[in-house]
């Protein structure tokens, strides 16, 4: 089984900065895609940013140039550093990847979600 864990969520004033982790951990083969997505309350969910295996990050424009997506594969951990934080930047993060894992004597290609984690910006 695999499972993937957020942390580092919280409560900041605009123009602060938070930094997500998502830790992957299981019957793990292989890390390929990651991102990290959000959902406001209200709203449908929309990828923030992402980043295949072997290529270069990917972000949406709203928030180009203040977050940044980085990956350790040797710990299985993406991060998500998170600039100039504004109210509109309010939401539940969730990690996403796309995961090989070992299910039995098989290896399995799967999408998996980790459980989400708040993070509010505001005065």
């Known amino acids: 089984q695999v499972q993937l864990v957020e942390s580092g969520g919280g409560s900041v004033q605009p123009g602060g900065s938070l930094r997500l982790s998502c830790t992957a951990s299981?019957?793990?083969?292989?890390?390929?895609?990651v991102g990290w997505y959000r959902q406001a309350p209200g709203k449908q969910r929309e990828s923030v940013a992402a980043m295949n295996s072997g290529g270069g990050p990917a972000y949406a424009d709203s928030v180009k140039g203040r977050f940044t997506i980085s990956r350790d594969n040797a710990e299985n951990t993406v991060d998500l550093q998170m600039n100039s934080l504004n109210t509109e930047d309010t939401a539940v993060y969730s990690c996403?990847?796309?995961?090989?894992?070992?299910?039995?004597?098989?290896?399995?290609?799967?999408?998996?979600w980790g459980q989400g984690t708040q993070v509010t910006v505001a005065p």
């Open positions: 299981g019957s793990i083969i292989s890390v390929n895609a």
């Open positions: 996403g990847a796309i995961v090989v894992g070992r299910e039995g004597g098989d290896a399995r290609t799967r999408w998996y």
